[in-house]
Each structure stands twice: as C-alpha cells, then as structure tokens.
C-alpha cells in the first residue's frame, strides 16, 4: 500500500553533511507518520528520529540530537534527514519507515512499511 525508497547516501568524511530523501508513495501516505533508523555492522536496527503525521512533532536517538534533523513535506510526499557534524559511528544503512499511526513511533516494531535503505559511510 505504501512504497518508500530511500536516496541520498554516500561516503563522507567525518564532519561533513548528507541529506538523505525518502520518497512515499501510496494512498496511505497523508495520514500516517514516518522515521528513520539506521543499521551497522554486526549491530541492530536502532531508531534514529521520526516525525509525526502534520510535521510539528518529532523525536531523536540521544545519539543524534543536535546533529540530524528530521523533516517532511506531504505537498511532495517526502521525508528528509539532513545529517551534519557526521562521525565514523554514524556509517550505517538507512532506512525510512512508516507505521500504520498518524502519530511518531520510536519502535522499529511499530513500523510496517520501509524503503530498501541507503548506505552511508563516513570515513575517520
């Protein structure tokens, strides 16, 4: 019902910025909220923000308070995070996820829907 896919990852080097995209589609869209978890290497999923239905609420992993910034825009069905001050401890595949709720989630078990991931990588 809903199709998400992910871009904008890559390699950087520590410090510097990314802004990952995720584009949604489906008619479930409009009332349901959306986030981002990361995974690494040889480490679980882990929640890394979200933000609710109408974009005036949103949470973040103590990890990356301060750093990243969750957004989104319903007039062109897309949720973004911008990444800046990245650190080698962020490379991770992203991914974007919606669960079936129009209010944020933190749980990855919330979330029914994600996108294929993105892969970021930040260099020391």
């Known amino acids: 019902q809903v199709q998400l896919v992910e871009s904008g990852g890559g390699l950087v080097q520590t410090g510097g910025s990314l802004r990952l995209s995720c584009a949604a589609s489906g008619r479930a869209y409009g009332s349901i909220a959306m986030g981002w978890f990361r995974q690494a290497p040889g480490k679980e999923r882990e929640f890394v923000s979200a933000?609710?239905?109408?974009?005036?609420?949103?949470y973040y992993a103590d990890s990356v308070k301060g750093r990243f910034t969750i957004s989104r825009d319903n007039a062109k069905n897309a949720v973004y995070l911008q990444m800046n001050s990245l650190k080698p401890e962020d490379t991770a595949v992203y991914f974007c996820?919606?669960?079936?709720?129009?209010?944020?989630?933190?749980?990855?078990?919330?979330?029914?829907?994600w996108g294929q991931g993105t892969q970021v990588t930040v260099s020391s």
């Open positions: 996820a919606a669960p079936l709720t129009m209010a944020a989630q933190k749980n990855a078990y919330s979330y029914v829907y």
């Open positions: 933000i609710n239905w109408s974009g005036d609420t949103t």
